[in-house]
C-alpha cells in the first residue's frame, strides 16, 4: 500500500501488479507536467509527459492522467517489473516570469516491487 | 547512458578548497541547468542558462559560481563550502527555456561531500 509521512512516501506492489503513483500540483496556470524516474546513484530519466489540453497520455507500459479541476496527475504502471523499483518524480513546468519557465518537482514516490 | 555527462562522478573536497563541477550536453540545446539534491527529496533548481546567459538565479550564496564558456558546457565553481553544501548536483538541458512544452534532460550528477 501506500504510506505518507516524515519520509519519502513510499508503494510496495508485487510483481506483475499494476502501479499507481499520484501527485498534487500547486499551480492551476501549469501546462506542462512531467513524470521522472530516478534510481539509485542516477540522474532522474524522463518517462512521459502531458500538455494541459490533454487528460490521458499513454506510453509503453504507462499511462498518466492528469485531472485539472483538482490539480492531480498521476502515473500508472502495467504489469510493474522489479526494474521498476525507484524514486518517481512528478514534475511541473511554471512561467517564472516573461516567456521563461522552470521545473519544479514533487515530493516523490519511493516505489518498492516484490518479486 | 545519459546524454547529459557530468564529471567528475565524486568529489570530497575541504572548506577552504575550490572545484569545479562540469557538465556537457551535445544534443544542440539552447538552455542548462543546475540542480542541487539532498537524499530523499527532490531537485532543486540552482541556475538556469538560457542561449549562454544567466537567466535564474534561484538566490544561490556565492560560494557556488556558474559559468557557460558555450552552448555545450556548463560549469559550477566552487569555493569555501559548508558541510550542509554536501549533496547531488544535477546538471539539465532542455532545447529551449522560453517555451512550456520541453522536457529536461539530466545527467547521473556528481556526488559532493564537504569535510
Known amino acids: 500500500g501506500e504510506s505518507v509521512g516524515l519520509h519519502l512516501p513510499t508503494l510496495s506492489v508485487q510483481e506483475g501488479d499494476n502501479s499507481i503513483i499520484n501527485c498534487a500540483y500547486s499551480n492551476s496556470a501549469s501546462d506542462y507536467f512531467i513524470w521522472y524516474k530516478q534510481e539509485s546513484g542516477k540522474g532522474p530519466q524522463f518517462i512521459i509527459d502531458?500538455?494541459?489540453?490533454?487528460d490521458k497520455r499513454q506510453g509503453q507500459r504507462v499511462t498518466v492522467l492528469l485531472n485539472k479541476t483538482v490539480k492531480h496527475l498521476s502515473l500508472q504502471i502495467a504489469a510493474t517489473q522489479p526494474g521498476d523499483s525507484a524514486v518517481y518524480f512528478c514534475a511541473e513546468n511554471i512561467n517564472s516570469g516573461g516567456s521563461n519557465y522552470k521545473l519544479t518537482f514533487g515530493k516523490g514516490t519511493l516505489l518498492t516491487v516484490n518479486p | 547512458d545519459t546524454e547529459v555527462t557530468q564529471t567528475p562522478k565524486h568529489l570530497v573536497m575541504g572548506m577552504t578548497n575550490k572545484k569545479s563541477l562540469k557538465c556537457e550536453q551535445h544534443m544542440g540545446h539552447r538552455a542548462m541547468y543546475w540542480y542541487k539534491q539532498k537524499a530523499k527529496k527532490p531537485p532543486e533548481l540552482m541556475f538556469v542558462y538560457s542561449y549562454e546567459k544567466l537567466s535564474i538565479n534561484e538566490s544561490v550564496p556565492s560560494r557556488f559560481s556558474p559559468e557557460c564558456p558555450n552552448s555545450s558546457l556548463l560549469n559550477l565553481h566552487l569555493h569555501a563550502l559548508q558541510p550542509e553544501d554536501s549533496a547531488l548536483y544535477l546538471c539539465a538541458s532542455s532545447q529551449e527555456q522560453v517555451y512550456s512544452n520541453q522536457p529536461q534532460h539530466f545527467g547521473d550528477g556528481t556526488r559532493l561531500s564537504i569535510l
Open positions: 502531458i500538455r494541459s489540453n490533454m
